[in-house]
């Protein structure tokens, strides 16, 4: 159709489909929940492009009305889409974990910054289960449960962090006012700047709604400047002491970019992230070695080369930056394992095969042990190559057959020898530690 001669309710259609097509990306990646500001503003576009698109006259013509429905299909797609991020059962689960955050700081923190006693124990464990907990929430890939994911982290870290910097490092001083006038000031802004991190962390957590992160950012801005106002007269103790309050200032206007730093694909698309493109790129290797000695017509000549390249790949995980991130940090951690694993396998065979070589006498009970190890050598191999979850009838099997040796090495009787004593102790950690890798591999978790 020539589009000088293009009908007017087609024009006002593409129109319309411009508009619905700019806030696209908005809809995809929104990470909120449907009482949040963006939602509602978001949800009132749409609705109103629906409304527009059904006010277009068709004239009850075929072409105009198809025009018509595919752009009023559309728009319903996004309104679907976002209504769904909000509402998706994952999205709730975060939700529901960073509340129980939220609980945390309100019964342990705000007291503390309130004069209360100090930050127990008991806060310290529970923010990490509640870090651990939000790393394993899946998201599938989709972007909005990432972004919402990465957000909550990003939050309750940071509190972490504040307040784990606050505990083990005070500023050096301070310094008794008598030293010199600017102390007085310096010392009161210190105080300031014990009050903000308060302040800080409720904002961050959302139990304050008295604040905003913008003013707070001009406080401890203008204190920033109250400081470099003051003259110290050359005093080498008064100017450190002034850097470190400085230095603890900057700190804090940096949690307060938080959001921002978020929006980064690379922030919360792990999957982009450069420390997991490491990780992955070490796993990767690491399978290479691992199916080349599991199918190896003779895999002890493969033995010493690939423990000393695997030995290699745990330098490597040593080297990735964890970047502050719970979730990096979890996939180093699992990474680790997974080499580690796999040197274990190679010494378990190793030993078995040297115990060929030199067969002797042996006291019964240290036998037995070593015919455990044997058949926790061919059950490791299977473990390692296990790929499901805790449904599958094989992880089922494996499980049974793990729990098989570990009876087996409970009815050995060592008869007082030490030896055998301990071999059988190293025999039941090396069974458990295999039972509690096949649950790593079966868990499911994701970046």
Same mark, same amino acid.
């Given at each position: 159709?020539?589009?000088?001669?293009?009908?007017?309710?087609?024009?006002?259609?593409?129109?319309?489909?411009?508009?619905?097509?700019?806030?696209?990306?908005?809809?995809?990646?929104?990470?909120?929940?449907?009482?949040?500001?963006?939602?509602?503003?978001?949800?009132?576009?749409?609705?109103?492009?629906?409304?527009?698109?059904?006010?277009?006259?068709?004239?009850?013509?075929?072409?105009?009305?198809?025009?018509?429905?595919?752009?009023?299909?559309?728009?319903?797609?996004?309104?679907?889409?976002?209504?769904?991020?909000?509402?998706?059962?994952?999205?709730?689960?975060?939700?529901?974990?960073?509340?129980?955050?939220?609980?945390?700081?309100?019964?342990?923190?705000?007291?503390?910054?309130? $004069?209360?006693?100090?930050?127990?124990?008991?806060?310290?464990?529970?923010?990490?289960?509640?870090?651990?907990?939000?790393?394993?929430?899946?998201?599938? $890939?989709?972007?909005?449960?990432?972004?919402?994911?990465?957000?909550?982290?990003?939050?309750?870290?940071?509190?972490?962090?504040?307040?784990?910097?606050?505990?083990?490092?005070?500023?050096?001083?301070?310094?008794?006012?008598?030293?010199?006038?600017?102390?007085?000031?310096?010392?009161?802004?210190?105080?300031?700047?014990?009050?903000?991190?308060?302040?800080?962390?409720?904002?961050?957590?959302?139990?304050?709604?008295?604040?905003?992160?913008?003013?707070?950012?001009?406080?401890?801005? $203008?204190?920033?400047?109250?400081?470099?106002?003051?003259?110290?007269?050359?005093?080498?103790?008064?100017?450190?002491?002034?850097?470190?309050?400085?230095?603890?200032?900057?700190?804090?206007?940096?949690?307060?970019?938080?959001?921002?730093?978020?929006?980064?694909?690379?922030?919360?698309?792990?999957?982009?992230?450069?420390?997991?493109?490491?990780?992955?790129?070490?796993?990767?290797?690491?399978?290479?070695?691992?199916?080349?000695?599991?199918?190896?017509?003779?895999?002890?000549?493969?033995?010493?080369?690939?423990?000393?390249?695997?030995?290699?790949?745990?330098?490597?995980?040593?080297?990735?930056?964890?970047?502050?991130?719970?979730?990096?940090?979890?996939?180093?951690?699992?990474?680790?394992?997974?080499?580690?694993?796999?040197?274990?396998?190679?010494?378990?065979?190793?030993?078995?095969?040297?115990?060929?070589?030199?067969?002797?006498?042996?006291?019964?009970?240290?036998?037995?042990?070593?015919?455990?190890?044997?058949?926790?050598?061919?059950?490791?191999?299977?473990?390692?190559?296990?790929?499901?979850?805790?449904?599958?009838?094989?992880?089922?099997?494996?499980?049974?057959?793990?729990?098989?040796?570990?009876?087996?090495?409970?009815?050995?009787?060592?008869?007082?020898?030490?030896?055998?004593?301990?071999?059988?102790?190293?025999?039941?950690?090396?069974?458990?530690?295999?039972?509690?890798?096949?649950?790593?591999?079966?868990?499911?978790?994701?970046?």
């Amino acid at each position: 159709m020539d589009m000088g001669n293009q009908h007017p309710s087609i024009s006002r259609l593409q129109e319309i489909q411009k508009e619905v097509k700019s806030v696209e990306q908005q809809v995809v990646g929104f990470s909120g929940l449907s009482d949040d500001k963006n939602y509602k503003k978001l949800e009132r576009f749409l609705t109103k492009q629906l409304f527009e698109i059904d006010s277009v006259d068709t004239e009850g013509k075929g072409d105009i009305q198809q025009a018509r429905k595919r752009a009023a299909q559309e728009t319903e797609r996004l309104l679907k889409e976002l209504e769904q991020n909000a509402n998706h059962p994952h999205r709730i689960e975060i939700q529901n974990i960073f509340e129980e955050a939220q609980s945390l700081v309100r019964e342990k923190i705000v007291p503390f910054y309130n $004069g209360g006693n100090c930050v127990t124990d008991e806060f310290e464990e529970g923010i990490q289960d509640i870090i651990l907990r939000l790393t394993h929430v899946k998201t599938g $890939g989709k972007i909005s449960l990432r972004k919402a994911r990465y957000h909550t982290l990003t939050k309750i870290c940071a509190v972490q962090e504040i307040i784990e910097d606050c505990m083990k490092k005070q500023p050096s001083l301070p310094l008794s006012e008598d030293a010199h006038p600017s102390v007085a000031k310096i010392n009161f802004v210190m105080c300031e700047v014990n009050k903000a991190r308060g302040v800080l962390i409720a904002l961050l957590m959302g139990v304050n709604n008295s604040e905003t992160c913008r003013h707070l950012s001009c406080v401890l801005s $203008g204190l920033i400047a109250d400081l470099d106002a003051l003259d110290v007269c050359g005093r080498t103790e008064i100017r450190n002491y002034r850097r470190e309050v400085v230095e603890d200032i900057n700190k804090l206007l940096k949690y307060l970019d938080l959001e921002e730093e978020a929006d980064t694909t690379k922030a919360f698309d792990l999957r982009q992230n450069h420390s997991i493109l490491k990780i992955e790129k070490v796993l990767t290797r690491m399978r290479e070695i691992k199916n080349e000695l599991l199918q190896a017509q003779n895999p002890p000549e493969l033995y010493l080369s690939s423990k000393t390249e695997l030995q290699g790949l745990i330098g490597q995980l040593d080297e990735v930056s964890l970047e502050k991130n719970p979730c990096i940090r979890e996939a180093r951690r699992r990474a680790v394992i997974e080499v580690q694993t796999l040197i274990t396998y190679i010494d378990l065979k190793e030993a078995l095969e040297k115990r060929k070589l030199f067969a002797c006498e042996e006291h019964p009970s240290h036998k037995a042990v070593w015919n455990v190890l044997g058949n926790l050598s061919e059950i490791q191999g299977e473990v390692l190559s296990f790929d499901g979850n805790r449904t599958d009838k094989n992880y089922i099997r494996l499980e049974e057959l793990l729990t098989k040796q570990l009876l087996a090495l409970d009815a050995v009787d060592p008869q007082g020898e030490e030896k055998c004593k301990a071999a059988r102790k190293q025999a039941v950690k090396l069974a458990q530690n295999i039972l509690s890798y096949l649950d790593l591999k079966s868990d499911e978790w994701e970046y």
